[in-house]
Protein backbone atom coordinates (compact mmCIF):
# COMPACT_ATOMS: atom_id res chain seq x y z
CA UNK A 1 0.00 0.00 0.00
CA UNK A 2 2.87 2.41 0.69
CA UNK A 3 3.56 2.13 -3.15
CA UNK A 4 0.36 3.75 -4.27
CA UNK A 5 1.26 6.92 -3.01
CA UNK A 6 4.74 7.16 -4.36
CA UNK A 7 3.08 6.01 -7.90
CA UNK A 8 0.59 8.65 -7.55
CA UNK A 9 3.31 11.47 -7.38
CA UNK A 10 5.47 9.87 -10.25
CA UNK A 11 2.58 10.59 -12.11
CA UNK A 12 1.87 13.93 -10.74
CA UNK A 13 5.73 14.80 -11.29
CA UNK A 14 5.03 13.72 -14.91
CA UNK A 15 1.96 15.62 -15.58
CA UNK A 16 3.64 18.59 -14.62
CA UNK A 17 6.68 18.33 -16.67
CA UNK A 18 4.74 18.11 -19.52
CA UNK A 19 2.48 21.15 -18.77
CA UNK A 20 5.87 22.24 -18.21
CA UNK A 21 7.31 21.59 -21.69
CA UNK A 22 3.57 22.58 -23.49
CA UNK A 23 4.21 25.79 -21.94
CA UNK A 24 7.92 26.41 -23.27
CA UNK A 25 6.37 25.74 -26.79
CA UNK A 26 3.71 27.74 -26.86
CA UNK A 27 5.72 31.14 -27.09
CA UNK A 28 7.88 29.80 -29.74
CA UNK A 29 5.39 29.15 -31.86
CA UNK A 30 3.68 32.29 -31.32
CA UNK A 31 7.05 34.07 -32.66
CA UNK A 32 7.30 31.98 -35.83
CA UNK A 33 3.68 32.82 -36.91
CA UNK A 34 4.50 36.47 -35.72
CA UNK A 35 7.78 36.39 -37.92
CA UNK A 36 5.97 34.65 -40.65
CA UNK A 37 3.00 37.63 -40.67
CA UNK A 38 5.80 40.08 -40.49
CA UNK A 39 6.89 38.21 -43.56
CA UNK A 40 4.40 38.24 -45.58
CA UNK A 41 3.38 41.77 -44.37
CA UNK A 42 3.41 44.60 -47.42
CA UNK A 43 5.84 47.04 -47.58
CA UNK A 44 3.30 50.18 -48.76
CA UNK A 45 6.28 52.60 -48.57
CA UNK A 46 6.94 52.63 -52.41
CA UNK A 47 3.66 53.32 -52.87
CA UNK A 48 2.81 56.55 -51.95
CA UNK A 49 2.36 59.07 -54.73
CA UNK A 50 4.30 62.47 -54.70
CA UNK A 51 3.21 65.39 -52.98
CA UNK A 52 2.74 68.09 -56.35
CA UNK A 53 0.87 68.86 -59.01
CA UNK A 54 1.29 69.05 -62.61
CA UNK A 55 1.84 72.86 -64.35
CA UNK A 56 2.34 73.67 -67.77
CA UNK A 57 5.74 75.47 -68.36
CA UNK A 58 8.31 76.57 -70.89
CA UNK A 59 11.84 74.57 -71.07
CA UNK A 60 14.20 76.34 -73.51
CA UNK A 61 11.49 77.85 -75.50
CA UNK A 62 9.23 75.30 -75.51
CA UNK A 63 6.33 74.26 -73.75
CA UNK A 64 6.72 71.41 -71.43
CA UNK A 65 4.66 70.00 -68.60
CA UNK A 66 6.35 69.74 -65.31
CA UNK A 67 4.90 68.00 -62.23
CA UNK A 68 6.45 69.23 -58.53
CA UNK A 69 5.72 70.66 -55.64
CA UNK A 70 4.35 74.45 -55.82
CA UNK A 71 7.06 76.75 -55.98
CA UNK A 72 9.89 74.04 -56.23
CA UNK A 73 11.84 72.86 -58.69
CA UNK A 74 10.13 69.68 -60.35
CA UNK A 75 10.64 66.68 -60.15
CA UNK A 76 9.53 64.75 -63.18
CA UNK A 77 8.77 66.83 -66.80
CA UNK A 78 7.66 65.91 -70.24
CA UNK A 79 8.56 67.63 -73.62
CA UNK A 80 7.93 66.61 -76.95
CA UNK A 81 10.61 66.09 -79.42
CA UNK A 82 11.33 66.20 -82.91
CA UNK A 83 9.31 63.25 -84.30
CA UNK A 84 6.40 64.01 -82.05
CA UNK A 85 7.50 61.72 -79.63
CA UNK A 86 7.86 62.33 -75.61
CA UNK A 87 10.83 63.22 -73.85
CA UNK A 88 10.54 61.84 -70.29
CA UNK A 89 13.10 63.64 -68.14
CA UNK A 90 13.40 62.52 -64.09
CA UNK A 91 15.02 65.59 -63.10
CA UNK A 92 17.27 66.40 -59.65
CA UNK A 93 19.25 62.86 -60.20
CA UNK A 94 22.67 62.39 -61.94
CA UNK A 95 24.29 58.93 -62.62
CA UNK A 96 27.92 58.77 -62.96
CA UNK A 97 29.77 55.23 -64.34
CA UNK A 98 27.09 53.01 -66.45
CA UNK A 99 23.38 54.97 -66.83
CA UNK A 100 20.83 53.22 -64.90
CA UNK A 101 17.69 52.19 -66.57
CA UNK A 102 14.39 54.14 -66.80
CA UNK A 103 11.55 51.92 -65.57
CA UNK A 104 7.93 53.41 -65.96
CA UNK A 105 4.49 51.28 -65.47
CA UNK A 106 1.07 52.36 -65.97
CA UNK A 107 -1.76 49.93 -65.11
CA UNK A 108 -0.43 46.61 -66.68
CA UNK A 109 1.72 48.51 -69.30
CA UNK A 110 5.19 48.80 -68.05
CA UNK A 111 8.66 49.98 -70.02
CA UNK A 112 12.34 49.90 -69.89
CA UNK A 113 13.88 52.25 -71.50
CA UNK A 114 17.61 53.62 -72.04
CA UNK A 115 18.24 56.87 -70.34
CA UNK A 116 20.81 59.86 -71.23
CA UNK A 117 22.19 62.08 -68.26
CA UNK A 118 22.64 66.24 -68.48
CA UNK A 119 24.73 67.71 -65.35
CA UNK A 120 24.72 71.36 -64.40
CA UNK A 121 22.67 73.33 -61.83
CA UNK A 122 19.29 71.10 -62.09
CA UNK A 123 20.43 67.54 -63.38
CA UNK A 124 18.34 64.85 -64.99
CA UNK A 125 18.12 61.52 -66.47
CA UNK A 126 15.89 61.30 -70.20
CA UNK A 127 13.77 58.77 -72.14
CA UNK A 128 12.38 59.23 -74.88
CA UNK A 129 9.14 56.89 -75.82
CA UNK A 130 7.98 57.64 -79.94
CA UNK A 131 4.71 58.45 -80.79
CA UNK A 132 3.44 55.25 -81.83
CA UNK A 133 4.91 53.45 -78.34
CA UNK A 134 1.43 51.90 -76.60
CA UNK A 135 2.70 53.16 -73.41
CA UNK A 136 2.59 56.78 -74.27
CA UNK A 137 -1.40 56.28 -75.14
CA UNK A 138 -1.39 54.28 -71.56
CA UNK A 139 0.52 57.72 -69.90
CA UNK A 140 -2.30 59.73 -71.12
CA UNK A 141 -4.87 57.87 -70.52
CA UNK A 142 -3.76 56.49 -66.93
CA UNK A 143 -6.17 55.94 -64.11
CA UNK A 144 -3.90 55.26 -61.61
CA UNK A 145 -0.44 56.43 -60.44
CA UNK A 146 2.57 56.34 -62.49
CA UNK A 147 5.85 54.67 -61.40
CA UNK A 148 9.10 55.98 -62.44
CA UNK A 149 11.84 54.39 -61.21
CA UNK A 150 15.72 54.62 -62.37
CA UNK A 151 18.09 52.32 -61.02
CA UNK A 152 17.48 51.09 -57.06
CA UNK A 153 16.23 54.69 -56.28
CA UNK A 154 12.93 54.48 -54.55
CA UNK A 155 10.05 55.07 -57.56
CA UNK A 156 8.13 58.57 -57.94
CA UNK A 157 4.95 57.84 -57.87
CA UNK A 158 3.33 60.32 -59.78
CA UNK A 159 -0.80 60.99 -59.80
CA UNK A 160 -2.77 60.62 -63.05
CA UNK A 161 -4.11 63.90 -64.84
CA UNK A 162 -5.66 64.81 -67.99
CA UNK A 163 -3.49 66.99 -68.51
CA UNK A 164 -1.00 64.13 -69.46
CA UNK A 165 -3.47 63.30 -72.17
CA UNK A 166 -3.54 66.74 -73.68
CA UNK A 167 -0.04 67.22 -73.71
CA UNK A 168 0.61 63.93 -75.37
CA UNK A 169 -1.82 65.23 -77.96
CA UNK A 170 -0.13 68.32 -78.33
CA UNK A 171 3.08 66.30 -79.15
CA UNK A 172 1.75 64.38 -81.32
CA UNK A 173 0.23 66.93 -83.57
CA UNK A 174 3.76 68.90 -83.06
CA UNK A 175 1.47 72.17 -81.50
CA UNK A 176 4.03 72.84 -78.42
CA UNK A 177 6.69 75.25 -79.85
CA UNK A 178 5.84 78.81 -78.53
CA UNK A 179 8.05 82.13 -79.32
CA UNK A 180 10.25 83.39 -76.74
CA UNK A 181 8.20 85.93 -75.41
CA UNK A 182 5.76 83.44 -74.30
CA UNK A 183 6.52 83.86 -70.60
CA UNK A 184 3.17 81.71 -68.98
CA UNK A 185 0.09 79.64 -70.55
CA UNK A 186 -2.10 83.28 -70.92
CA UNK A 187 0.34 84.35 -73.35
CA UNK A 188 -0.94 81.38 -75.80
CA UNK A 189 -3.50 82.26 -77.45
CA UNK A 190 -2.20 85.63 -78.64
CA UNK A 191 0.80 83.91 -80.03
CA UNK A 192 -1.65 81.59 -82.27
CA UNK A 193 -4.04 84.34 -82.95
CA UNK A 194 -1.02 86.53 -84.03
CA UNK A 195 -0.93 84.95 -87.81
CA UNK A 196 -4.98 86.61 -88.61
CA UNK A 197 -3.58 90.24 -88.83
CA UNK A 198 -0.51 89.49 -91.04
CA UNK A 199 -3.10 89.11 -93.98
CA UNK A 200 -4.08 92.34 -94.22
Given at each position: ??????T??LL????????S?D????????N??????????????D??????????????E?????????G????????C??????????????????????LV????????????????????????L????????A???A???I???????????L?????I?????????????L???????N???????A????G?
Amino acid sequence: MTRAPATIALLLLAAACARSEDATLEPTDANQALEKVETVRPDNADDEVALGEWRDSLQDEQRALEFGPMGAAPLFSLRCDARRGVVLQRHGLAASGDLPVMLVSVGSETRRLAVTGSGGTNPMLRATLNGSDQLLAALGSADSPIAIRIGDTPPLNLPPSPMIGAYVSRCASGGTALPSAAADGNSAAPAENATAPAGN
